[in-house]
C-alpha cells in the first residue's frame, strides 16, 4: 500500500518568513496530492491540491509543487502570519479513491 | 460548497456500552464516505472505506466486528463501536466524496466526533 513520509514534524518560523513542508509517497500510481490545515479538535481543511499531470500550483502565498519522477511533493507558504499557526497534513490519494496521510507538522508561526 | 456534517460532536460513554456515529452528506451524494480515527497529535488514519449499498472495506487491522459500518443511502454512513472500551476513546472523522463531480478527487470532512469511554 501506499506510504506517505512527512517532515519536519514541527517547525517554527517567525512572522513574515516563508515555511516549507515536504512529503514523500511510495505509490507510482497515486495521483493526487492535496493538503490539509488542521486547527486543534477541527476537521481539516483543504488549502491546496496539486493532480499528478501538474508540476506547480500557487493560490496567494501558498504553493505546492510535486515531482513525480521522485515521488516527492512540497509545500510552500510565503509571508507567514500568526494565523497560519496549525497542523498541516500532506496526502496522497491512489486507487480507489483511497487517501493516505503524512503524519503531519506543526506550524508555529512567532509574532 | 460541499457539507458534511458528524452526530454528535462528542459522546462519552460507559465501558462495555455500544455508540454510533452518524456521517452526512447535506448538499451532494456521497457513493462513498470513509472513517477515519485520530489519537491526540497524531495523523489521520483510514478505519474503512463505506461504500453505498454494499459492504464496508476496512483497513488491515480494524476489526469489523467492533466496528460496524453501514451506508444506507447516498447522504448517510454509520459507525457503530460496539462494546467499547477505554482505548477506543478517540477522534472519530468521516469524509466524503462528491459523485457527481467525477474528475473531482477532493473529500469533504466531517466536524468530527470525539468519544470518551470511561
Known amino acids: 500500500g501506499e506510504n506517505v513520509e512527512q517532515h519536519p514534524s514541527t517547525l517554527s518560523v517567525q512572522e513574515g518568513d516563508s515555511a516549507v513542508i515536504k512529503c514523500t509517497y511510495s505509490?507510482?500510481?497515486?495521483?493526487?496530492f492535496p493538503w490539509y490545515k488542521q486547527e486543534l479538535g477541527k476537521r481539516p481543511q483543504l488549502i491546496i491540491d496539486?493532480?499528478?499531470?501538474?508540476g506547480e500550483k500557487k493560490d496567494q502565498r501558498i504553493a505546492v509543487t510535486l515531482n513525480k519522477t521522485a515521488k516527492h511533493f512540497s509545500l510552500h507558504i510565503t509571508e507567514t502570519q500568526p494565523e497560519d499557526s496549525a497542523v498541516y497534513f500532506c496526502?496522497?490519494?491512489?486507487?480507489?479513491?483511497?487517501?493516505?496521510f503524512g503524519i503531519g507538522t506543526k506550524l508555529q508561526v512567532i509574532p | 460548497g460541499a457539507v458534511v456534517s458528524q452526530h454528535p460532536s462528542r459522546v462519552i460513554c460507559k465501558s462495555g456500552t455500544s455508540v454510533k456515529i452518524e456521517c452526512r452528506s447535506l448538499?451532494?451524494?456521497?457513493?462513498?464516505m470513509f472513517w477515519y480515527r485520530q489519537f491526540p497529535k497524531k495523523s489521520l488514519m483510514l478505519m474503512a472505506t463505506?461504500?453505498?449499498?454494499?459492504?464496508?472495506?476496512?483497513e488491515q487491522g480494524v476489526e469489523k466486528d467492533k466496528f460496524l459500518i453501514n451506508h444506507a443511502s447516498l447522504t448517510l454512513s454509520t459507525l457503530t463501536v460496539t462494546s467499547a472500551h477505554p482505548e477506543d476513546s478517540s477522534f472519530y472523522i468521516c469524509?466524503?466524496?462528491?459523485?457527481?463531480?467525477?474528475?473531482?478527487?477532493?473529500?469533504?470532512f466531517g466536524p468530527g466526533t470525539r468519544l470518551t469511554v470511561t
Open positions: 505509490d507510482s500510481a497515486s495521483n493526487y
Open positions: 496539486i493532480r499528478s499531470n501538474v
Open positions: 463505506s461504500n453505498e449499498g454494499s459492504k464496508a472495506t476496512y
Open positions: 448538499d451532494f451524494q456521497a457513493t462513498t
Open positions: 469524509s466524503a466524496r462528491d459523485w457527481e463531480r467525477g474528475g473531482s478527487y477532493e473529500q469533504y
Open positions: 496526502a496522497a490519494t491512489g486507487g480507489y479513491q483511497k487517501v493516505t
